[in-house]
């Protein structure tokens, strides 16, 4: 680690950063030769590298082109569907983005059968332009299963939430036990047992509060075998309970499987 | 209505005890509000602003739009209760006009550019009032804006100089601004010293007004370092040991 020196500092809007405007990089705006931070955030300073950023703490997700999204179709408008994508600016998806996964031709009136308001849809942001226009493309490599759960934080979070090299978002899967999805817009996708996620919610709920803060993969960690061994301490009629009620959710949870098996097979036969 | 006359400086120290270059009490707390993208609670002396911002997010009406930048609604309101007599609810001409005027002060700094056919909305309350309430808005919405992660330039700082029994003196409150000479609330960007805002009620003379132009230069730069210290502390472990700022972390969440 010779000669790599990360320094982190707050600064809030017009705090003065560097006389370098060589340096100047996200977040931050020239004035009169010198570098000031433009947003209330922590500002960067890398030895590695050569711009300063200012991360910003809070703030609207801003799309850029190729980032994965979570989105929430709230408009049907013959030939798009509308997608909230938790930014200031709807997003829009063509019908021809799902003519080539349904493999056949989407007529008027139609669109709502494949995709319809309140789904969620896993897509990649294909091009912004000058006027705010958002255009998606579905991502084919994942979709969203019909069972799982959807948690909303600050996009400024997310690069916590998946720590140094991917080393939190790793942790979390393996010890919740849960496909976690991580999208750019702070929208996590996970999909796992009931306990499972209840675990990695709060989980993530820690990380986004606490996202400031340094040591928090330890933290986490820490938290998570706690959980696991308070899971295990417990014995007895506790357990028996706790296993009977376990019994009869994953009971439901076949009965709604059934259920569902059945709408998807009723659906395959309308395509 | 003919107002009596009142002493408003005795043995060179005014009513409230403070002399001519002296603030009133600050408090400053901030994301007080869980909804809202920013927030901001801000006292001074009495009186009691809290700021909530709201966007960048979609513009209602369309039509208001602009294609190239956001769309900054500042809203006044002073609450029913605030004030000695019942303040009849709703817009008034004041508070439109006060609205208008904070929302040119904090124009400069806002970075609107950067989302291109939004709003921010920023919504100030006046819970209680006690002369200076615009400043105390101003202050309080400067913060807010900056806790909801707008792009600024700059914060901005607010503050009222005034003029009572032919003395100028600094942030009047309500009895020296009822019974007193002139009023000035000033806007400005401390760090350069641009003024963005600069009313008047009442008359000063030319050397006055000089005279409280540098009063209420000076206390903006204090302002400025309470406001900026209020924003940081939210992040920082070590939390400045600063009597007057109350730093509220977390967001409530549960």
Redesign the interface.
Known sequence: MIGHHTMYK?V????FISDDMDRAGV?T?V?GSKV?A?????VITSDKEEKIKVA?????Y?PGNGDVVIGKITAISFPYWIADIAS???ARLHSSEFEQIANRRIEFGEMSNYLDLDDLIVAKVLNVDA??RIDLTLREEFRMGTRGRLIEISH?KVPRIIGRNGSMIKMLKEKCNCFIFVAKNGRIWIEGSESGMELATRAV?IIA?EA??SGLTDRIANFLDSFEEKGTEKKGKEKKRKENRKNAIDRLIGIAKNKDEKRKNRTYKRW | MKKEKIELIKDGKRLDGRGFEELREIKIEIDVLKRADGSCYFELGNNKALAAVYGPREIHPRHLQNEKTAVVVYNYNMAPFSATDRKRPGPDRRSVEISKASRCALDPVILKEYYPKTTINVYVELLQSDAGTRTAAINAASIALAAAGIPMRDLVSSIAVGKIDGEVVLDLNAVEDNHGEADMPVAMIARTNTITMLQMDGRFTKDEFEVGMKLAEKACHEIYELQRAALIAKYSESVNANVNVNVNTGRGEE
């Open positions: 707050v809030v809007p017009g705090d977040g705006y004035d000031y433009m947003s209330y955030g922590i910003a703490l809070s703030g609207k801003m200031p600016y709807d006027l705010m400024t709920k509060n400031h803060t």
